[in-house]
C-alpha cells in the first residue's frame, strides 16, 4: 500500500507520521507537498498534525485552500482512505469532508500530554484492529482540540455510528468528549490525539500502530487478489 503524506508551510507531524507507515510497517509512503496536483498515485493520504500557515485565520483555513485539497476530495470520492490528525483534523472540517470545528481548549492553553482514548467503533476500516470499548493511550499535543457541533449534527453522529473515538476524561471541553470522527461513508476518519506517536513501546506505548494496520488490513482485502 502506497501512502501520500501531504505536507503544507507549517507541518510538523510528517515525519512521524512517515515514520509509522515506512519503518514501522514497512509499508510505501512519500511526503507530498501542499501545491501537488495529482494524487491518483497513492492508495491512502495522511494529512499530519502541526501549525499550517501559522494557524492563521483559524487552524485550517487557508491550508483547506491549498492545491492539494482538490486531489484529496478526489480521493475521498474514489473511496480512498483519508486521515487527519489533529491539524489534519482541522483542515478536514475546514474543507466539508468532516462535521463540526475545532474550537480552543476549555482552559485556553496548550495540552500535551498522554490521554485514555475508547474506541467507540471499532467496525471501521481505521478500527478493526481495535474491539469496541476498548481503552487505549495516544498522546495528544494541541491548542485548539476542542470539538463542536451543532445538536443535529451531533444526533446524526451518533445515528450513523459516525463517533470513533472519546477521551477517556474531559479535559479540553470536547462534546460529549468527541476524539475522532469519520464521514458517513467510513472513509475519512478526523482525530485530535497522535496515533503516529505510539506505534512503539521505544517511544513510550504503542496503542496507535493497530489503527495504521487497520487501514493496510482493509485496504489488502479489498484490492489486492487473494487466488
Known amino acids: 500500500m502506497k501512502f501520500a503524506v501531504i505536507v503544507f508551510p507549517g507541518s510538523n507531524c510528517d515525519l512521524d507520521m512517515y ?10 509512503a512519500e511526503y507530498v507537498w501542499h501545491d501537488s496536483t495529482d494524487l491518483s498515485g497513492y492508495d491512502g493520504i495522511l494529512l499530519p498534525g502541526g501549525f499550517s500557515y501559522g494557524d492563521y485565520l483559524r487552524c485550517g483555513a487557508i491550508a483547506q485552500s491549498s ?5 484529496v476530495k478526489k480521493a475521498v470520492e ?6 487527519g490528525i489533529c491539524n489534519g483534523f482541522q483542515i478536514l472540517t475546514e474543507a466539508g469532508l468532516l462535521p463540526g470545528v475545532l474550537l480552543r481548549n476549555k482552559n ?18 481505521f478500527t478493526s484492529e481495535y474491539a469496541d470499548g476498548q481503552e487505549i493511550q495516544i498522546p495528544i499535543a494541541h491548542g485548539e482540540g476542542n470539538y463542536y457541533c451543532d445538536d443535529a449534527t451531533y444526533e446524526q453522529l451518533k445515528k450513523n455510528n459516525q463517533i470513533v473515538f472519546s477521551y477517556a476524561d474531559d479535559f479540553n471541553g470536547s462534546r460529549n468528549n468527541i476524539a475522532g470522527i469519520i464521514n458517513e461513508r467510513g472513509n475519512v476518519l478526523g482525530m485530535m490525539p497522535h496515533p503516529e506517536r505510539a506505534v512503539t513501546d521505544l517511544i513510550g506505548g504503542s496503542d496507535g500502530l493497530a489503527l495504521f494496520k487497520s487501514i493496510v488490513k482493509q485496504w489488502r482485502e479489498a484490492n489486492v487478489s487473494h487466488a
Open 19 to 28: 515514520h509509522a507507515v515506512k519503518d514501522e510497517l514497512g509499508e510505501e
Open 108 to 125: 485556553l492553553k496548550f495540552m500535551c500530554k498522554t490521554v485514555g482514548l475508547k474506541v467507540e467503533n471499532a467496525n471501521t476500516l
Open 67 to 71: 492545491a492539494v485539497m482538490d486531489e
Open 78 to 83: 474514489a473511496g480512498k482512505p483519508v486521515l
